[in-house]
């Protein structure tokens, strides 16, 4: 189609488009502005009432007179957060890390992982539930023996009844990890 308007006239045009595309702009920011104003101003008022409220209580709590019964609770506390923590770093419970790499290393590429749970039965001794899918039974059975031959591991237990199929077995295995005693360690035999 042939344009018959003259040159300043399209100079007009284009120069009133690009007014209207800022103000048009314009009107979006200040929307967004008075949006994000109206959006976070109570949460900035709740949150400065809270901290005055907080500011205020601790104020009193240092302005209180301390009483021998808080003296004393405090103290019991204080004591008795010392004697858990002394006890807790006494026990030499097992470390996972080595446990997981001798899992995840003994892992053939016929064997899929897909729960694991850790428990602490005491200082010395752990249990560990594994489950996944395998993709035959040779690959079960070897995966059991690498575990087996780790030396990590005082038992590790298979039910039969998960080696019933050929092919993608389910299984869980029923893993015992524990602490040998010392060499030093008097053994007797009855």
Known sequence: MFNVLPNNLKKLIVNEYHLRVVIGFCICFICIMLCTVVFLLPSWLLGSIKQKTMADRVAMLEQAPTTGHTTTVSRTITSTNILLHSINTSFAYPPAKPLLDA????????????????????????????QGVSNTRNALVSYVKSLQNSGLFTSVDLPVSDLAKDTDITFTLNLSVGTPLPASSPQTND
């Open 103 to 130: 899992i995840l290393s003994g892992r053939g590429t016929g064997i899929r992982l897909s729960e694991f749970s850790y428990s602490v039965d005491d200082a010395t001794h752990s249990s560990l539930v594994l």
